[in-house]
């Protein structure tokens, strides 16, 4: 199994990139990575001799975190890390990419490198929500596409059970349609006639859910526009960021809380553990017709390895496949009414 | 001053709303309560002499919570709480109306009862969310409307703006438009022609603002349409309440957490203090010709309290007249280009 790695992107690249590629290496079975960038640079973070299952490839640019036009970029740095290794697997020369760089120019990259799945009208960004119980919550869109219609939200309905049925893990996904409300009627021109299709095309529909519910394992996968879903993720980290810090204050403004904090240490590092992204690996950008995954900006070699432990349950799964055959069978029943 | 309180809406009503109104008419000068509600179960709460500044108005019903037609209600139930409270300010008999019952009815029966200040097409529900630093943040629209026209958003700066002003005593308000990032292009239809004609005709316009940074007072002020808005303010009450359970559950796991959870237990007192609605009043419905105020369904007697305490600056400040007088010149200078 081959994962094409963009060594380069990333806050902590190439350095945290490395580690994690080293870490995967040891720990995964089958796993051969090719690490994508500036080689000097990446043997640099290598102590000793490369392990076998590693490779590098040389790019001269990259694409950096603040690039002002995230989808010229991809078109004009053809010889940066996250092109070439966009074009390894489209090339089937690796069975997966990863990439923690700049998030607009994966995605249009994935696009026009990688193409779509034949069918598929928009790929979807569908990261995992962390969750006080179970596997987290899989949303899709958020941000791939800033409007969509309800025959998107359908399909990132379909591919968002198929992937955290073979990916995450979950027997019967239960999907939820993001809404201000759980009665039938409520919402916006969008989540109206999209409740409509849904219930009457997706078995395991279970009808609106309410943002403040998603936290809490209300379903297994969110389905809402690109514009909704970024605000619902960009509240849930806003949120959690502000309660840490106030947190943080408060427990060292004394010896006594700095004692009592002492003796909470261990909880607290299980609900940060609870709330952290690198726990849950990269963000699946699905829709495409390879394995593509974006890993957090902020990403350390942990959350890389787990990237990596994500691409190949990935592979292995053939997600794209099940996603295109059923694809192909919406479109005939389509056809068919 | 007199503010008409529905004593029958809310989850700990009419208790709770009875105890509040005692503690504001202790509290603040020059007000008078108008208590609409069941009487005998209003005077059930109120022990010894009913102050003077109190009075009765009895009614027959109430407007449930879980009311499945809200809008319906406002119009069949004529004798309930709530729409006698509404017809008070309508009528001048009071100058300002507070409800913790059912947003949706109180919303309907602001526009159908108390009407629309002229020139201003769309009512906004605008709470105030908790930010670690500062007065908090106003947000316009969280679900009076779920879809949006630019020049709805620019209404609601406009009134929020107002509102910041003259209620929440921040001098000079920064108004941020609700978008999935900072850059100028970004976003859906609706955000990239609000940004073009918030730029135009808003002097206190900052631009961008994302979900993530608005517990941080990155702005005074946040526009959206009502659907985002609603889902920006339930993931973070999801993400808090989600927080709080598993801190709650890891703090009383042991006799060690216990001790250590009561070394910073003042702390976390702040900390709840800081994101608890009660301390912020309830919200406000801009853009009415009284003013209206949604206290949270849960409200305790501090709540009310603090609702009135608000409604008194609603009204001795004028904010209504003021944002009469903004709209009235927002047209002359439409008319004018």
Redesign the interface.
Known sequence: MKIAVDAMGGDHAPGAIVEGALQAAGAFADVHLILVGDEKQIRHHIVGDCPDNIEIIHTTEVIESDEKEPAKAIRRKRDSSMVIALELVHEQKADAVISAGNTGAFMAGGVFITKRIEGIERPALSPIIP??AGKGTLVLDV?AN??AKPENLLQYAMMGTVYARKVMGVESPRVGL?N?GTEEKK???L?KEAFVLLEDKLPNFIGNV???????SVCDVVVC????G???L??????????F???KQ??T?SV??K??????K???R??KQ??DYAEYGGTPLLGLQSPCIKAHGSSNAYAIKNAIGQALRFVQSDVIGQISKEVLEQKRGNDNE
């Open positions: 969750s006080i941000g800033m409007d993001l201000v919402g916006n021109e989540t309410e943002a403040r519910d998603i936290p809490f526009d690109g514009f909704s970024n605000i619902l960009k509240s849930y980290e806003g949120m959690a960021a502000a309660i810090q106030v947190l408060e427990f403004s006594t809380t004692f009592g904090a002492l003796l909470l261990p909880g607290f299980r609900l609870k709330m």
